[in-house]
Each structure stands twice: as C-alpha cells, then as structure tokens.
Nanobody
Framework: QVQLVESGGGSVQAGGSLRLSCTAS????????MGWFRQAPGKEREFVAA???????TYADSVKGRFTISRDNAKNTVYLQMNSLKSEDTAVYYC????????????????????WGQGTQVTVSS
C-alpha cells in the first residue's frame, strides 16, 4: 500500500517562505516521478512542480523562479521550497505519484494520478 504524507504547511505573510515535505512509503521511492499540486477554494486542482528519479524537474509558469522541488531518495521524501510567497499561492498542497514511472512533463498535464497525500494547508496573507 503506497502512502504519501505531506507536512510543513502553515500561515505566512506575503514575501515569506515555507518548505513542504512529502514522505512516501510502500514501494521503492527512487524510481518514481513525484509531483506537487494545489487547490485553492473554488478552483480546480492545478499542477505546481514535478521531479523525476534523476532530479529533472518541471514547474508551472506561476511558480517558476520562486519554488524549488527536490528529493532525498535515502529519506523517501520530496520537498517543495516556496519563496517569495504571494496571496495567490494560498491553497491546499498535495503530493502525488503514479503506479508506473512517468515523466515530469506527463505528470504536469493531468490531475489524474494514482496516489495522493492528504494535503497540507498553505495560507499567505498580504
């Protein structure tokens, strides 16, 4: 049973930073692409960033230059470092993965993924 558990959300003022973590269990972590998505109130879930087994990454245009995705395969954990936060970054953030290895590009174009965490709230006040 694959499980994804996010942590690190919270409240921060605009311009501040947060780091989210997502720890996976239940299978070999290192070979799978991991992604971060977010969902704001009243909006559809959207792609934020993804990272493949080798560290290659893809970002949504809205977060490029501000967010950095990384992974520590020894800890089965993927991170999302969020800097220069804006009020429009307020959302529940989810990590996701798929049953089969995939590319970061493929992960970025759909919300249909096999495994999801429970989400962590990020609130940015202006």
């Amino acid at each position: 049973q694959v499980q994804l558990v996010e942590s690190g959300g919270g409240s921060v003022q605009a311009g501040g930073s947060l780091r989210l973590s997502c720890t996976a269990s239940g299978r070999t972590f290192s070979i799978y692409t991991m992604g971060w998505f977010r969902q704001a109130p009243g909006k559809e879930r959207e792609f934020v960033a993804a990272i493949n087994w080798g560290g290659g990454s893809t970002y949504a245009d809205s977060v490029k230059g501000r967010f950095t995705i990384s992974r520590d395969n020894a800890k089965n954990t993927v991170y999302l470092q969020m800097n220069s936060l804006k009020s429009e970054d307020t959302a529940v953030y989810y990590c996701a993965s798929d049953r089969q290895p995939t590319t970061t590009r493929a992960m970025s174009v759909t919300n249909e993924h096999d495994y999801w965490g429970q989400g962590t709230q990020v609130t940015v006040s202006s």
